[in-house]
């Protein structure tokens, strides 16, 4: 696959970032606070989609790992949850006002929905040229 150092570091570092977010929401070092009308609700509703971008991230890096072909759809899949997170938090903060506040809480937000974007992309599209340089050969 190509760029598969780099998705095996994006699939590994999204995963285990993902997961240390969710410990610390559950263990109460990390406090969801209701920024806006039902944000907590909201936040706390991504639990289980979350469980699948870090199933799927741990699988991309593991299949990478092991230069399985199934890497392609692991990448696939975990870019594709990764830009839709994303368009829907940065539509979200954009509907409730949160994508104008600038405390250091939405800055993290928002580098949290910048990052699922653009990796997001970048796993796709890395995905997408290792499909069309191998249907060349």
């Given at each position: 696959m190509k760029g598969s150092r780099a998705v095996a570091v994006l699939g590994a570092l999204t995963g285990a970032g993902i997961l240390l977010?969710?410990?610390?929401?559950?263990?109460?070092?990390?406090?969801?606070?209701?920024?806006?009308?039902?944000?907590?609700?909201?936040?706390?509703?991504f639990a289980a989609a979350d469980m699948w971008l870090v199933f799927a991230a741990l699988l991309t890096a593991l299949l990478v790992l092991k230069a399985d072909k199934r890497a392609v759809l692991a990448s696939v899949a975990l870019g594709s949850a990764m830009l839709f997170f994303g368009l829907y938090a940065l539509l979200y903060d954009?509907?409730?006002?949160?994508?104008?506040?600038?405390?250091?809480?939405?800055?993290?937000?928002?580098?949290?929905?910048?990052?699922?974007i653009v990796v997001g992309l970048v796993l796709m599209g890395l995905a997408w040229r290792s499909i069309d340089s191998a249907s060349a050969v």
């Open positions: 977010q969710w410990v610390l929401v559950w263990t109460g070092a990390f406090p969801v606070v209701e920024s806006t009308p039902g944000f907590r609700d909201y936040f706390l509703s954009f509907n409730t006002g949160l994508l104008f506040k600038m405390s250091a809480d939405e800055l993290f937000g928002k580098g949290v929905t910048l990052y699922n």
